[in-house]
């Protein structure tokens, strides 16, 4: 399939690459420098040649790393950065759901960290709200929000908490 093909030709080129930067490096002696080695791409694969890591250019301008375990397609842990969204993480478990992201985003353009459970629902929110202010939401598995506490829109600190359907039951502000 193409996908192999692709595959063969960047594991290919790395094992050149690296055969190359072994080659200098033993040329060059301990404690010597190599220089700059200018690349758009770098594919890391493990003994058995599965790729289990890339570091790249984007589409968007920017840069990736991303990396997985063996032999499965998935990626496990991504960090990216582009000119559109900023820089962001995305941490997934052995299922391959998304259980956590840092990144910087949303309406604030503020930073983010969000957590997810097990079956990719969102449990905790952290984050910059459009006024400027930091905050944090709980989620309840049915994601409904149970908790909330940071700062309002007048700057004054608050605490709310919701039921389990994630209607209002009582909240209060630091305002005297």
Wanted: proline share 1%; charged share 20%; aromatic share 10%.
């Amino acid at each position: 399939a193409m996908n192999d093909y692709t595959k063969g030709i960047l594991t290919g080129a790395s094992l050149i690459l690296c055969f190359f930067m072994f080659v200098s490096a033993k040329r060059q002696g301990v404690g010597e420098f190599l220089g700059a080695i200018t690349v758009t791409s770098v594919t890391i694969v493990d003994e058995n040649a599965n790729i289990v890591g890339l570091l790249s250019s984007d589409i968007h301008g920017g840069a990736l790393l991303a990396l997985s375990r063996p032999k499965r397609d998935d990626i496990s842990v991504l960090l990216t950065v582009d000119e559109r969204a900023g820089g962001y993480i995305h941490i997934r478990n052995a299922d391959g759901k998304e259980t956590a992201y840092l990144g910087s985003g949303g309406g604030s353009g503020g930073g983010i960290l969000n957590t997810f459970s097990t079956d990719g629902k969102e449990t905790v929110y952290l984050g910059t709200g459009e006024g400027g202010g930091g905050f944090v939401r709980t989620y309840n598995k049915f994601e409904a929000m149970t908790g909330y506490f940071g700062t309002n829109k007048d700057n004054d600190g608050m605490v709310g908490l919701s039921n389990r359907y994630g209607d209002p039951g009582w909240s209060e502000t630091g305002k005297k």
